[in-house]
């Protein structure tokens, strides 16, 4: 009986621990990226997938201020590692359902291949991920050595976020400065609403819903977002919604029951909801 209370009173210190450390650190979790688009590890090892969300919850915009910064440098590594060392099995089952591994950079690739196709021979794609290899550094420097005389900059968010699209478009301008890259870059706006993106998702849903052959609740799941961020302005919650109606007029099998969601919820802040799993 003395030991297992020594061990409970351990593991409530321990609790009590990592609830302060997430309480301190807070400032650093308001924006955390989207990693649903930013990459995956590609083998479901607890090492990589702990890697990959390390990285995600670690980097984010820099907030202004000296007292703020040195708070965020002192809070933000033992945060990442602590959300990742909670996260990784979770993560790693859920890649084990994929295959193995993430599918996100092989289909980047072959996005790619078929956008090079489509574009012609003097054209070349290149792939930059946020939180796994190719990486913007290596990308930046892939594009300089191939000394193209203009860049065009396609974020794979097709709702804008800062958090996301904008701290990624931020990246390569960060990093193409430091490599001394000339050639001219062209942003690509956001397009949560373009026809052939939401004919694809509508033709996905539609094929299930014809499946289920009974009235179904649909729920479109987007990733969430801190509500600081969103009262800042960020336009993410508004053009999700769009994508969402314009998804259900292009639905042949439109249910009446359906909902925007939202997933991924890290730390103590309000974020974007109802959540997936409150529905």
């Not at 790619?112 to 190719?134: D, K, Q, S, T």
């Not at 649909?218 to 969402?244: F, M, W």
């Amino acid at each position: 009986l003395s030991r297992d209370a020594a061990v409970h009173e351990r593991l409530g210190r321990e609790a009590e621990a990592r609830a302060r450390l997430v309480e301190l650190a807070a400032p650093a979790l308001e924006a955390r990226r989207r990693q649903a688009g930013g990459g995956g590890p590609q083998a479901p090892a607890h090492g990589r997938a702990r890697q990959h969300r390390a990285g995600g919850a670690s980097t984010r915009e820099p907030r202004p201020g000296a007292r703020g910064r040195a708070a965020e440098r002192r809070w933000r590594r033992p945060l990442a590692w602590l959300i990742a060392r909670q996260r990784s099995r979770i993560a790693s089952e859920i890649y084990a359902h994929l295959g193995g591994g993430s599918p996100l950079l092989a289909n980047t690739e072959a996005q790619a291949r078929a956008l090079e196709a489509a574009l012609g021979p003097e054209y070349r794609c290149f792939i930059a991920m946020r939180y796994w290899h190719p990486q913007t550094e290596e990308t930046v420097a892939a594009v300089a050595a191939w000394r193209p005389d203009e860049i065009v900059l396609l974020p794979l968010y097709p709702q804008f976020s800062t958090t996301t699209a904008g701290s990624s478009l931020k990246a390569w301008h960060d990093e193409a400065h430091r490599q001394r890259v000339t050639a001219s870059a062209r942003e690509v706006p956001p397009y949560p609403t373009e026809p052939g993106f939401i004919a694809t998702l509508a033709g996905h849903i539609d094929e299930q819903l014809a499946e289920e052959g009974r009235p179904a609740r649909l729920l479109l799941s987007a990733h969430g977002l801190p509500l600081k961020i969103v009262r800042k302005g960020d336009p993410y919650p508004a053009q999700i919604e769009s994508t969402a109606a314009a998804v259900i007029n292009a639905l042949e099998h439109r249910p009446e029951d359906w909902r925007v969601c939202y997933q991924s919820r890290v730390g103590p802040l309000a974020w974007l909801g109802p959540s997936v799993d409150e529905e």
